[in-house]
């Protein structure tokens, strides 16, 4: 499911309406989120399981709601009536067809950087003894399927998700089995039985499979002749043509009547006139294509299909025989040249294979043979280039090697297949061109020793440096006092075009010594020619800068282009230019200089493929090859803008592993959580939060910034939750973090004197004190304090200060930051490698507890205890009595005993007059008259509020019986205007299909 | 990837950085009297060291061979001190190379020789190796500061060079040259009469005038503290094309080496054979009238060599078209020089990268080249988002 969601260019959903949408959809659409989000078209099923028209309907409404707010308002959902005779409507699968084949795909960045494939075909190339030997060997595999994404190249590796990272060995361009539909078929409006292909890869339609070379046959059982008109499979007659064939290959191809066309008259005779390696060549290409056309012909002696090679047909062409007119035209790679100039490049890159001790000579040499052929070819033409010539005119170019004829230099070749050292071709034009210089003593002159040379040169090239200044290269200077030669580099100056008008300027070189006229100064054209051209290139710039002018003063704006345009237009011309720029060259090259070209289908084999992906391949879970970029062949720290999913039920605990689904890669490692604490540090996270982005960090394979991920605590069906933990997005690669969390140190004062106080306990050695020099410290109470140095004395006490006098019962604390590196855990899901496809990897550290019986480790010092903080007595404080008569008055104790005796107030009794008594009384009657009064008052008015209440709840009762009517009358008239609505929607609809 | 030899050392460095993918650069000078990495060399992996985080250098016993295990360019402010054996412009070379890839701005500082005989001088860089970035997209915030100047052997000079983070490298196609619309220069004199920077600006002008009016060569004076430990003068030109190629030389008056220097030399040329003996003569001095010459001449070759590409550029314009995105790049070059040749080898072994190269004119031998390749898509990993 995670691997397809990073391939698919559209997603068919298939919902099954009568369920109802499925976890494992919302798991797969979020998959999708997080790798981009390619085209969907929801399709809803099993709709004729509601029987219901009205529940249906419903059904469809909400499912498109809830599709809707998923993909995007408006996002395009069918519906499939139901099943017909095992089959859905033809139509509806038409109208789905027709969507799907208009459909507009929007560019993925990920994919659009990276080639893929998705493999239609496997095939274990491992030779089977060594199979037999050592089942368990690494094998070698070969997947077909069309490329897609970027250009592939053979150097870029590969990951197969599910298997790991592989080596491409080669890759091979096959013909694609749905060819695009050309011009010519695009007429036929109809497919005829005949134009309809088959692709079934991984099925051998009657017992064949094809390889690249070979092809495999199987016979069930054990193989018997029985008759041969009997009906069996492709590839037992293939067999048995095989026994019916009376001659050997050697005998069929020397009397083989090769036609090069069906129609063609006279077939093609191999004559003995060719050089013997070509008529080698010949022969090993016939015996090699005999069996590939043994399969498409039914007699394998007359072989009349040739379409091996270009280099097959050749030596009979030369030949003359036949038609050989009519086919020049048709062999594309020497259409422009003639045969036989063909065939002198073949020598010369026959000869480059001999050996590397010619290595210098045979560039020089062949580039000589070919400029030589187009200079004169009168001259080579008579004779027919046959070997012993060739050597021959090959020892006249290795005298005449330090000629001056200009060469034609092939520098690709140069470059990149010979083993010609960069200073030796940087200096082979020097030996055309200056050979008259005299610090160019090349050893070429006594001709004979090639090698010498070459080892004088290694010889010198030990001593040079690596400096970018090249040494000067200005050649005597006499030269450099020629007018002439000054003059040669005019042309190159933007005043140089005028010619001659300028020259008075120069005049201080007066030697005119014509001998070191370059080559430069011969190019000059002549003067009535160069007036002709220059007329003729003015009169072009100048209808250039008319029509420019004209549309500048037409109409201003049309000119000019908006940014879009631009682009677009800038887009186009590059696009074109990478088509044109590789548009000559053969498809090897072509492959070698741009890879394989997405669309196309090819053919990869892969080296070093554990066993098990062959043994314990299953069709149903699918191969994808994806190519790596550079840098994500690397491994890193990865930081991570990461989300716990909010359908995820659990949290997720650093340090606790987490599968990522990032690139093309799954895989298993820790994650550190962490949150940026006010953009100084990154600080490390128990847990992820709730609702809220944080960053993770793990070691991981590096991906590119920016590329999206989601994670998976397990892969497993067992949970019936939501799978998908998180998502999140590549922030940063790295080599190292600095996540840091909290530590605490902890000490405790063991002297204190007024503002220093000696503490102890919270290092275990003065190494580690002398670190920590100058660090802010504190205590419980919140004095502050800074630590001082080292004490030689209990190891790891220190002297330290503070703000205020600290007390013994203190504990003083530093607060510091530990960094911390996540752990190097890779572990891919290798789940393509296992029979049941069911990967487990490292379990969460819940799991393993769960699953060991263990609790959560339970530090002691962590609980929570009740606090018993007895109140604290202090002493008095006594002071001698001795003491206390020196003492000055101000200083003296001034200790207050508790009162002895009452006080005035306490003791005096109040005696009340018996006037007065009674006032008192009276006073006392009255206010208990007065509350009983208002007593009996509030009784009487909470009887009139309760009664008064409950007619005002009766009166509220009424009103809400009647509001209900109401609400039920407006609701029945609604809801029949909507069911008429919704039948006259039907009924237009009904009239619509018929 | 493995390599043999001291040879372009910087540019195998520089791939291995790039690329992430490590080296083995085994044969450093093995066979010589002296083996193993010279002080410049290893002053260079250092300084790769600073700019980059988590990288692994082993440098053997012996010190001919070295593995490099690149880790991830950082960049930011460095500070690094070159020997007196490089100019500084052997260190910038590979740095500017690969100073865009990196995660964060780097404001490099390197302090040393700024001009010498055998490297770009930091005028060159400046004025030609950073407009050579741009033509990739790599301009804004792309600076380069000459603090102080120091001639050889003495040194002393200060220059910092500021790159941006480059996501990603602009397709090149650059195929016509154009012709040379003016000439600049810079002429500098340190520690002697700046009468020596105006001699030379007027003998190089007394050649280049008969080509083109449009010369502007900056007489640059650096006082005192400013202006190094020694002696020295240099001329450095450049060309540039209507089409903005740009082409460019230099010339250096000759160092008045120090008596120990010398006489070290001396002993040592004994039991060596050295290519060029002048230099281990000791003093030749050499005119500033002399000095512009060589410099004009060798501009007029360089013109003369003719491509988009200044041909002491051309590793970087190849190593940037490599990195382009996948598109065909496409650039003009004059005959490759054999480091170019070199660096395009190393190229396909890193890269895979081939190029496509033809020559434009097949009748001439010495005719200019047709590069094309396609770029690998590369894109710059260590940037950070967010």
């Keep these: 499911m995670i691997d397809i969601g990073k391939i698919a260019d559209l997603v068919l959903l298939v919902i099954d309406a009568s369920f109802g949408f499925e976890m494992e959809t919302f798991e797969f659409l979020n998959i999708l989120q997080s790798h981009g ?54 139509t509806e699968i038409q109208n789905l067809t027709r969507f799907i084949s208009v459909m507009k795909f929007r560019p993925l960045v990920f994919r659009n950087s990276h080639p893929y494939l998705l493999a239609d075909r496997i095939q274990d190339l491992t030779p089977v003894e060594k199979i037999r030997q050592q089942p368990t060997c690494d094998r070698r595999v070969t997947l077909y399927g069309y490329l897609r994404g970027t250009n592939l190249k053979e150097s870029t590796k590969v990951h197969v998700p599910g298997a790991g990272d592989l080596d491409i060995r080669s890759i091979t361009l096959l013909a694609d089995p749905c060819p695009l539909p050309t011009a010519d078929s695009e007429k036929r409006r109809r497919l005829a039985e005949k134009q309809k292909l088959i692709h079934a890869p991984m099925s051998d339609v009657g017992g064949i499979l094809y390889d690249k070379d070979a092809v495999y046959i199987t016979v069930p059982g054990n193989f018997t002749r029985k008759d041969s008109d009997q009906a069996e499979g492709e590839g037992e007659r293939m067999v048995m043509d095989l026994q019916d064939a009376t001659t050997t290959l050697a005998d069929s191809v020397a009397k083989s009547q090769i036609r090069l066309l069906g129609t063609s008259s006279h077939p093609l005779v191999v004559t003995a006139e060719d050089g013997e390696q070509s008529s080698d060549e010949s022969d090993s290409d016939t015996e090699s294509g005999s069996e590939s056309e043994g399969e498409e012909d039914d007699d394998a002696g007359s072989m009349t299909s040739v379409s091996e090679d270009d ?13 050989s007119a009519a086919r020049i035209p048709i062999r594309v790679p020497f259409s422009d040249r003639s045969t036989k100039k063909s065939q002198a490049v073949e020598y010369a890159d026959s000869d480059s294979d001999l050996g590397d001790d010619l290595g210098d000579l045979k560039q020089d040499d062949r580039g000589d043979d070919i400029a030589s052929e187009d200079d004169d070819d009168s001259d080579e033409d008579p004779d027919d280039e046959m070997g012993s010539h060739w050597k021959r005119h090959m020892e006249t170019s290795l005298r005449q090697v330090a000629s001056s004829r200009p060469r034609h230099r092939d520098w690709t070749k140069l470059i990149y297949s010979s083993d010609l050292t960069p200073q030796q071709i940087a200096e082979g034009k020097d030996l055309a061109e200056s050979d008259k210089a005299d610090d160019m003593t090349m050893a070429v002159d006594n001709d004979d020793d090639f090698l010498t040379f070459k080892q004088k040169d290694n010889i010198s090239q030990t001593e040079t440096l690596d400096q970018s200044n090249e040494p000067l290269s200005l050649g005597n200077g006499e030269e450099w006092e020629d007018d002439d030669f000054l003059d040669s580099f005019r042309d190159l100056f933007i005043t140089g075009s005028k010619g001659g008008d300028e020259e008075s300027q120069g005049g201080d070189f007066e030697d005119l010594e014509a001998n070191g006229a370059d080559a430069e100064s011969q190019d000059e054209p002549n003067p009535e020619s160069t007036e002709e051209a220059q007329a003729k290139a003015l009169a072009k710039k100048k209808e250039v800068l008319k029509k420019k002018f004209d549309e500048q003063y037409d109409d201003p704006e049309a000119s000019k282009l908006s940014f879009y345009e631009e682009k677009k237009e800038e ?60 840098a994500e062949e690397r491994f890193g720290i990865v930081q991570v803008r990461i989300k716990r999913h909010r359908w995820f039920t659990k949290t997720l605990k650093t340090n606790d592993p987490l599968i990522f689904s990032l690139g093309w890669r799954r895989f298993q490692s820790l994650p550190i959580y962490s949150l940026d604490d006010h953009s100084i540090r990154m600080r490390m996270l128990k847990y992820t939060p709730e609702h809220m982005h944080c960053y993770a960090t793990f070691y991981g394979p590096v991906s590119v910034p920016n590329t999206g991920f989601c994670c998976f605590n397990s892969l497993g069906d067992s949970n019936p939750g939501f799978r998908i933990a998180a998502t999140g997005v590549v922030l940063d690669i790295d080599r190292s973090t600095k996540i840091v969390k909290k530590l605490k140190l902890t000490g405790v004062p063991y002297k204190i004197f007024k503002n220093t106080a000696f503490i102890k306990d919270m290092f275990t050695s003065s190494l580690e004190v002398a670190k920590f020099e100058g660090a802010n410290i504190k205590t419980v ?27 013994m019962s203190d504990i003083v604390f530093l607060r510091a930051w530990y960094s911390i590196q996540p752990r190097q855990f890779y572990n891919p899901v290798t789940s393509l490698l296992l029979r049941e496809k069911k990967w487990e990897g490292m379990r969460l550290t819940g799991q393993v507890r769960k699953e060991l019986g263990l609790s959560a480790p339970h530090d002691i010092n962590s609980t929570y205890k009740k606090i018993d903080r007895p109140s604290r007595r202090f002493n008095s404080l006594k002071v001698s009595k001795k003491l206390q008569k020196d003492l000055p008055f101000a200083s003296k104790p001034r200790i207050t005993r508790p009162a002895q005796g009452k006080t005035y107030l306490q003791k005096r009794v109040v005696v009340l007059e018996p006037e007065e008594k009674r006032a008192l009384t009276l006073l006392q009657q009255m206010r208990a008259l007065d509350k009983e009064k208002t007593a009996k008052r509030k009784g009487k008015q909470e009887e009139r509020r309760s009664e008064h209440r409950k007619s005002v709840a009766k009166a509220e009762e009424k009103k809400g019986e009647k509001q209900k009517e109401q609400r039920k009358e ?25 | 990837m493995q390599w043999t ?72 402010p460095v500070i690094h001190d070159c020997p007196l054996s490089r100019s500084v412009g052997y260190f910038l070379e590979p740095i500017v190379a690969l100073a865009p890839f990196s995660k964060a701005p780097l404001m490099l500082t390197l302090k040393g020789i700024t001009t010498d005989e055998k490297d770009l001088s930091v005028d060159i860089i400046r004025t030609v190796t950073l407009p050579h970035l741009a033509m990739f997209g790599i301009e804004d915030g792309l600076e380069m500061k000459i603090k102080k100047r120091g001639a050889a052997p003495g040194g002393g000079g200060e220059v910092q060079f500021i790159s941006p983070v480059a996501k990603s490298v602009k397709t090149l196609n650059f195929v016509n040259a154009g012709k040379v619309k003016r000439i600049r220069g810079i002429a500098h004199a340190v520690r002697i009469s700046p009468q020596f920077s105006n001699r030379m600006v007027d003998s ?44 460019c030389s230099e010339a250096v008056s000759v160092p008045r080496p120090d008596p120990h220097s010398l006489k070290e030399r001396n002993k040592a040329k004994k039991d060596r054979i050295f290519q060029d003996e002048e230099r281990d003569d000791g003093p030749a001095p050499i005119t500033p009238e002399d000095v512009a010459l060589t410099a004009s001449r060798e501009l007029l070759v360089a013109i003369q060599k003719g491509g988009c590409v200044d041909r002491k550029h051309q590793w970087i314009v190849l190593l940037y078209m490599v990195l382009g995105s996948e598109d065909v790049g496409r650039v003009r070059m004059g005959q490759l020089s054999p480091r170019s040749v070199q660096f395009l080898r190393d190229l396909k072994t890193v890269f895979g990268t081939s190029f496509k190269i033809s020559a434009v004119d097949d009748s001439r031998a010495d005719s200019e080249l047709l590069l094309s390749c396609y770029g690998t898509g590369f894109v710059n990993v260590n940037r950070t988002i967010a």
């Design chain 2, 5 to 76: 030899g001291h040879e372009h050392f910087r540019t195998r460095l520089v791939l291995s950085m790039i690329s992430g993918k490590a080296v083995k650069i085994t044969g450093i000078r093995s066979l010589d009297k002296d083996p193993g990495l010279r002080d410049y060399e290893v002053s260079l992996l250092r300084l790769l060291e600073k700019v980059s985080n988590g990288s692994v250098i082993e440098i053997s016993h012996t010190g001919t061979a070295i593995l490099l295990k690149p880790g991830i360019l950082t960049g930011g």
């Design chain 1, 970 to 994: 407006y609701m029945r008239a609604a809801g029949q205007k909507q069911k008429r609505e919704a039948e006259l929607e039907s009924g237009s609809r009904k009239r619509r299909k018929t």
């Design chain 1, 311 to 323: 280099e097959k047909p050749r030596p009979a062409v030369g030949d003359g025989t036949g038609r």
């Design chain 1, 781 to 807: 109470s919140g004095i502050r304090g800074q630590i001082k140095k080292a004490q030689a004395k209990p190891d790891g006490a220190f002297r330290a200060t503070f703000e205020d006098k600290v007390l």
């Design chain 2, 204 to 247: 190089s002008r007394s050649i280049l005038n008969r080509y083109i009016p449009d010369i502007y060569i900056h007489s640059d004076v650096y006082k005192g503290d400013d202006s190094g430990k020694s002696p020295g003068y240099a001329l450095s030109l450049l060309a540039e094309t209507t089409e903005g190629a740009l082409y």
């Design chain 1, 37 to 90: 989000f390619p085209k969907i078209i929801g399709i809803l099923s099993h709709l004729d399981l509601i029987k219901k028209t009205a529940i249906q309907r419903a059904t469809k409404k909400a499912l498109k709601k809830r599709f809707w707010t998923e993909i995007y308002q408006g996002a395009k959902l069918f519906y499939l009536s139901g099943v017909l005779n095992g089959r859905y409507p033809d």
């Design chain 1, 571 to 630: 887009m186009a011309r590059q696009l074109r230019l990478n088509r044109e720029e590789f548009d000559g060259i053969d498809a090897e090259t072509k492959a070698l200089v741009e890879g394989y070209r997405p669309g196309s289908y090819v053919r990869i084999e892969l080296a070093n493929v554990p066993c098990e992906l062959v043994d314990n391949f299953d069709p149903a879970y699918p191969i994808i090859v994806g190519g790596l970029l550079a």
